[in-house]
């Protein structure tokens, strides 16, 4: 090392980014993959997506229709409904 310090402080930074990628990468896998979605019962969760062309309103009738699914929910759900 004392004879080529500019090759082993490359050895150094190169171990150095490549822990820290690997923690970064472990890191995200972590929390997006194995730590649970912070609600009471995770698979009962839905997603409705519906896609209109550009310019396009949403139906007729959309938030007419969610305001009514939300009627039907017991007092211990809930819902958010987006029309746009």
């Known amino acids: 090392m004392l004879q080529a310090p500019a090759f082993a402080a490359t050895v150094i930074l190169v171990l150095a980014a490549g822990s820290?990628?690997?923690?970064?990468?472990?890191?995200?896998?972590?929390?997006?993959?194995?730590?649970?979605?912070?609600?009471?019962e995770p698979g009962r969760l839905v997603q409705i997506v519906s896609?209109?062309?550009v310019g396009h309103q949403a139906a007729p009738g959309?938030?007419?229709?969610?305001?009514?699914?939300?009627?039907?929910?017991?007092?211990?759900?809930?819902s958010i409904g987006i029309a746009h």
């Open 20 to 40: 820290g990628v690997g923690i970064s990468i472990f890191s995200v896998f972590r929390n997006v993959l194995l730590t649970p979605l912070p609600y009471k």
């Open 51 to 53: 896609r209109w062309p």
């Open 62 to 78: 959309m938030v007419e229709r969610i305001a009514e699914a939300r009627m039907q929910l017991t007092p211990n759900e809930g």
